[in-house]
């Protein structure tokens, strides 16, 4: 069982200020966090890190969505097994449906509490 | 809630107020009314160097939550505490440093939209988007009457509405500008106040 502290959390998301709170949500339960701001970012960072434990990242971002980042992680050999939570402002059940069909772990409606960040934390470290 | 020492502050008649507000659990509402009043927000850096004085740390931060609440009733709302909670002895500033960011992002955002309605005529669809991207900052900060301006003029931009957009848009900005002036407040005042206490418990 891995302990919070040893879990790699890449958090993605266009906007500076939800970048950082994230981060600092993130942090503040001892996940070790890199934080980009896009899909072709993160796309970069997983192929060059293979320590990324978990990806969280919002949906609505300009050229890839998180929707699209989904995808492209459950369609690679390598990245498929990396759990992926979507953010997003729009309690959107199409989208929400969406996302967990495509694979992904959890959904969270913005601004993500505290609570959802522990939630994720206990499951991370359960794996 | 507990209070420290024996000793009264200087202007007996505060501490006695605020002791009495705590005593009856009814601060919060009561601060929030007070505090539309002048005269009572000159008092407000002394309180809060009672709160700093009176209270244990783990104390000190419900009562920042209520008076950042009271500061600006209406303006913010509970994620501004959520904000608040992850600021700690490793990141003493971050509440401050990331509504700076927001300050500072917003800003940028706003000018987006500004060229947009005034280079992109009727492109609903560019402006709703930039729009969604400052609704998204002000949630994450907690700036509830900001992000209900900028929800008005993404009802406006669904319904085609231009002038509709424009006079909402203008209300996004006043009301950038007064949260501006009200946190920078807020948080001179914090500043003024001084750190959170650093002395011992009592004896009790």
């Not at chain 1, 890190?49 to 369609?75: A, N």
């Not at chain 2, 600006?72 to 509440?95: H, I, K, M, R, W």
């Not at chain 2, 500072?104 to 939209?113: E, F, T, V």
Request: aromatic letters at 6%; charged letters at 25%.
């Amino acid at each position: 069982m891995s302990m919070a502290s040893e879990l790699h959390v890449l958090a993605v998301d266009d906007s500076i200020v939800d970048r950082v709170v994230i981060s600092r949500l993130l942090r503040s339960c001892k996940f070790r966090v890199t934080t980009v701001d896009s899909g072709k970012r993160a796309l970069e960072v997983l192929s060059l890190d293979r320590s990324v434990h978990m990806i969280i990242t919002d949906y609505c971002m300009p050229e890839m969505t998180g929707y699209d980042l989904l995808k492209r992680v459950k369609e690679s050999a390598e990245l498929r097994d990396i759990p992926v939570v979507i953010m997003s402002s729009e309690n959107s059940p199409t989208r929400i449906r969406r996302c967990l069909d495509e694979g992904a772990e959890d959904f969270l409606i913005k601004p993500v509490r505290p609570s959802d960040v522990s939630r994720l934390c206990s499951r991370a470290i359960m794996r | 809630m507990s209070i420290r020492g024996e000793e009264q502050s200087s202007d007996q008649s505060l501490n006695e107020s605020l002791l009495l507000l705590l005593q009856k659990d009814v601060g919060f509402a009561m601060w929030s009314n007070a505090l539309r009043e002048p005269c009572f927000c000159d008092s407000w850096i002394k309180l809060l160097s009672l709160v700093n004085a009176y209270m244990f740390p783990s104390e000190q931060s419900n009562m920042r939550k209520l008076s950042s609440r009271g500061c600006s009733v209406g303006y913010l709302d509970e994620q501004f505490c959520q904000v608040e909670d992850l600021q700690d002895e490793a990141s003493p500033n971050f509440t401050e440093e990331v509504v700076t960011l927001f300050f500072k992002d917003s800003a940028r955002l706003m000018s987006n939209i500004e060229q947009a309605l005034e280079k992109h005529p009727r492109d609903f669809s560019r402006w709703d988007a930039y729009m969604q991207q400052l609704k998204g900052s002000c949630s994450s900060i907690g700036a509830s009457r900001m992000k209900s301006e900028c929800m008005s003029f993404r009802d406006y931009c669904g319904q085609g509405n231009v002038e509709g957009c424009m006079r909402s848009f203008q209300k996004v900005k006043r009301e950038h500008a007064v949260l501006r002036q009200k946190l920078e407040a807020y948080f001179q005042l914090l500043r003024q106040a001084g750190p959170a206490g650093a002395a011992s418990r009592p004896v009790m």
